[in-house]
């Protein structure tokens, strides 16, 4: 099954340096084989993070996206100081990608520094969520 993640840099106050996030995507790259899925892209901003995956039928997305957020956040710390307070925000978003569009997910993802010199994190978060028919609090988004 191919999902699509979306997850947040905790309340904004460590963003993710432009020169880490290749290594970082190598990362949790690493992270999502260990679960026996298979990375196609990921690609984010300094505040957020996209990931394209083709999850194991052996694990649940709760699980997979636990590993990656725990062990990415621990590992970031290791680059220095400026890390020292890093963490993602405790939720996440998934969606699962039908066949016929992971080419324009995976684009989409590629494309995502473009994308947000015309939308923010937020409204393309709400976007999503209201497109899927999620129902959400706005109080519990940015937590």
């Given at each position: 099954?191919?999902?699509?993640?979306?997850?947040?840099?905790?309340?904004?106050?460590?963003?993710?340096?432009?020169?880490?996030?290749?290594?970082?995507?190598?990362?949790?790259?690493?992270?999502?084989?260990?679960?026996?899925?298979?990375?196609?892209?990921?690609?984010?901003?300094?505040?957020?993070?996209?990931?394209?995956?083709?999850?194991?039928?052996?694990?649940?997305?709760?699980?997979?996206?636990?590993?990656?957020?725990?062990?990415?956040?621990r590992w970031i710390k290791t680059l220095g100081p400026h890390y020292r307070e890093?963490?993602?925000?405790?939720?996440?978003?998934?969606?699962?990608?039908?066949?016929?569009?992971?080419?324009?997910?995976?684009?989409?993802?590629?494309?995502?520094?473009?994308?947000?010199?015309?939308?923010?994190?937020?409204?393309?978060?709400?976007?999503?969520?209201?497109?899927?028919?999620?129902?959400?609090?706005p109080d519990y988004l940015w937590t």
């Open positions: 099954m191919y999902v699509h993640a979306i997850f947040h840099v905790k309340n904004n106050e460590c963003l993710i340096r432009h020169e880490d996030e290749k290594e970082l995507y190598a990362y949790m790259g690493g992270l999502i084989k260990l679960s026996h899925s298979i990375p196609v892209i990921m690609n984010g901003t300094d505040n957020h993070v996209h990931v394209l995956c083709i999850m194991s039928k052996n694990i649940s997305l709760s699980h997979l996206l636990e590993e990656i957020k725990t062990n990415s956040s890093f963490a993602w925000q405790g939720g996440y978003a998934g969606y699962s990608v039908s066949h016929s569009r992971v080419e324009a997910v995976r684009i989409y993802i590629e494309n995502q520094k473009e994308h947000h010199k015309m939308q923010t994190f937020q409204d393309e978060y709400i976007q999503f969520l209201k497109e899927n028919n999620v129902d959400y609090n």
